[in-house]
């Protein structure tokens, strides 16, 4: 497996794999949602507002996750929110996701951020060291439906303060649907 950062001139293969797995899993309107959204995410976030890694083998793109800056104007700390993260669904339960998720924390650890949250399965996302948080330690920038999926973790090593007041993320993802 060979991991890639950025997504330029792969962007329609990374549409295409978020579209395909969200279908599969969610249903066809999921699916759709989630590939606009992706689609948004790379056409609209600056580049130094987004990271992004691929795993493949050869030319198969076999997953990808998204991380993308949230801002707390009330506290100087580096937060990125994980969101979204698709593996290809015959190659699910082989350790594609958390070898994706663990490249881009470390990524993002060497490029200064302090704290990456993510909203989804805790399950799941504890495996790659996140743990619950509530929102009176770092408010979400729209309503959450499942605040059991409300997940942060410190990258910097520095003691775990709450995040100070409200927070914002960027446009793509700044859409009630997607929380």
């Not at 060979?2 to 001139?9: A, L, P, Q, V, Y």
């Not at 990456?116 to 399965?121: N, R, S, W």
Request: proline residues 5%.
């Amino acid at each position: 497996m060979e991991f890639r950062s950025g997504h330029t001139t792969r962007e329609q293969a990374i549409v295409d794999l978020f579209r395909a797995t969200f279908s599969a899993s969610e249903g066809v309107d999921e699916g759709k949602l989630i590939g606009e959204f992706v689609h948004d995410l790379m056409a609209t976030t600056p580049s130094q507002d987004m990271f992004v890694w691929s795993a493949y083998d050869g030319h198969i793109l076999l997953g990808c996750v998204f991380f993308s800056r949230l801002t707390f104007e009330q506290d100087g700390r580096s937060v990125f929110i994980l969101s979204p993260a698709a593996v290809k669904t015959e190659y699910q339960k082989q350790g594609v996701g958390q070898k994706l998720i663990a490249r881009g924390l470390e990524d993002l650890r060497q490029n200064g951020v302090d704290f990456v949250v993510t909203y989804g399965d805790p399950n799941y996302y504890s495996k790659a060291g996140f743990h619950q948080i509530t929102e009176e330690f770092a408010q979400a920038p729209l309503d959450l439906t499942f605040p059991e999926g409300w997940l942060g973790q410190s990258l910097s090593g520095k003691d775990e303060t709450p995040l100070i007041g409200p927070s914002r993320c960027v446009p793509a993802l700044n859409k009630p649907e997607l929380w």
